[in-house]
């Protein structure tokens, strides 16, 4: 096996037993059952039948994790491990001889993600594709390891009909319990990547005879609209670069990105149905903003790789049309790229962020460990810090009910939390070294 191959897969491999510890926090039997079989799969003493009935095993049991996952894992569960092993990634890549490209598509691939089942997923592929052109001692022919075959399920759509004959999708009764149909939602997953590949107008087909809940035609609306974006972006990967590049196209589609991130992670109501909660939240997960940020993170780095083979006049041209286009969206004004990057981003989703609090101030207050986590997500030490003294000038100068100092003492107690985590110090150490600030007591 060539020494690049090699070093992939003990690269793989690592990150498979590392991912496989998360597992059985969901369940130890299925994690057990992985790992036997990924051994199994790998062990070249095996014959053929065994490794392909092994990588079946494996696969079964990852939609079993899936179904799993669908129904416990939290967003910011889900985005702990992707950044977990986004940090793991980096910490042991340069001991293997791979090439940066390597890494980050890997990454992005991660970043994609929809759950730890997605991810273990796609590290077997990645294993799989790496060692396609392995030969066997016994054999002069190329043996390819075997994909999973699809077995011959019917599958549908779950549909849910209320007392007000209302519609909802993904969903059935079970005991008399309204719950998530995780087999349903899945297929809708399908649907809608089957309508990106197949360049398709809308991600599903919308049967007018079904009178649809408001809660669903507004979940629809917003698949919809994720859809319409995210064919956006990947219309730009195969665009040729001249003069007609759309390098408009980048600073539109970072503002929509922005603008619905801000929308998202500043909605901070709770439905009190829990069922229509978890629903939105998968939703989000599988088609929201949080994907699409790491989407245009790849497409915007490959745009940054492909500008070396770009003769001059096109680069002017690039930049001519990038200095107009600030002055129309300046909140890119300073940009130092031709188009917005993700760290820019990042960069207007926060401070519209900070703008924001004074008018979401009561939503704020409700539960600052809740909203500050949700909001937070994509800020650094930094802007964590600005936004602990701008929500804590606001309550300040509105001095806020007769419970401020409660308030006070709250803010600075989750502030200094996030930061300890971060960080790795004291909660004490982070008020008076990072956040400038004096203990609040009551």
């Known amino acids: 096996m060539p020494n690049n191959v090699l070093e992939k897969s003990h690269f793989i491999e690592e990150l498979i037993n590392y991912n496989l510890e998360s597992v059985s926090k969901y369940s130890q039997s299925i994690a057990n059952s992985i790992n036997i079989a990924w051994l199994n799969y790998i062990d070249s003493k095996n014959g053929q039948k065994k490794v392909d009935r092994s990588l079946d095993k494996i696969y079964k049991n990852v939609d079993k994790l899936k179904e799993i996952e669908i129904k416990k894992t939290t967003l910011e569960e889900l985005e702990k491990i992707k950044k ?3 940090e793991f990634i980096d910490a042991i890549y340069k001991k293997y001889l791979l090439n940066i490209k390597y890494k980050k598509r890997l990454i992005y691939r991660i ?19 790496d060692n396609r052109k392995i030969i066997k001692k016994d054999s002069l022919n190329i043996v390819l390891p075997k994909m999973k075959e699809e077995k011959e399920v019917k599958k549908e759509l779950s549909f849910m009909i209320d007392k007000n004959s209302y519609v909802y999708v993904n969903l059935k009764l079970e005991n008399g319990t309204m719950i998530i149909d995780s087999n349903s939602f899945m297929l809708e997953n399908e649907d809608y990547k089957k309508a990106l590949k197949e360049n398709k107008d809308s991600f599903s087909y919308i049967d007018k005879k079904l ?82 940020i790491s989407k245009y993170d790849f497409i915007e780095s490959e ?44 960069r207007v989703l926060n401070v519209k962020i900070l703008r924001g609090v004074g008018v979401l101030i009561d939503d704020y207050v409700k ?3 809740y909203s500050i986590n949700r909001v937070a997500k994509y800020m650094n030490g930094d802007d964590l810090i600005s936004l602990y003294w701008e929500i804590k000038n606001v309550l300040l100068k509105d001095s806020y009910k007769k419970s401020l100092l409660k308030k006070l003492i709250e803010l600075q107690s989750v502030v200094s939390e996030i930061l300890s985590d971060r960080f790795n110090e004291s909660s004490e150490y982070v008020i008076k070294e990072y956040i400038k600030d004096e203990i609040i007591k009551d």
């Open 367 to 369: 539960d600052f460990y």
């Open 111 to 129: 970043k994609e993600a929809d759950s730890l089942a997605d991810i273990i997923k796609e590290l077997i592929d990645t294993y799989i594709y």
């Open 211 to 292: 009178k649809y809940s408001p809660y669903e035609k507004k979940r629809r609306i917003f698949i919809q609209s994720m859809f319409d974006l995210e064919k956006g972006l990947m219309s730009l990967e195969n665009k040729n670069m001249d003069i007609t590049y759309p390098i408009d196209k980048y600073f539109f589609y970072s503002r929509m990105i922005v603008d619905n991130l801000y929308k998202e992670l500043t909605n901070f109501s709770r439905t009190q149905n829990s069922v229509l909660h978890n629903l939105t939240e998968l939703t989000i997960r599988a088609y929201g903003n949080d994907r699409l």
């Open 303 to 346: 745009f940054r790789n492909k500008l070396i083979e770009v003769d001059e006049i096109v680069l002017n041209e690039f930049w001519s049309a990038s200095n107009l286009l600030k002055k129309s969206y300046p909140e890119y004004l300073e940009i130092k790229n031709i188009v917005p990057n993700i760290l820019d981003l990042y």
């Open 84 to 86: 977990d092993n986004i």
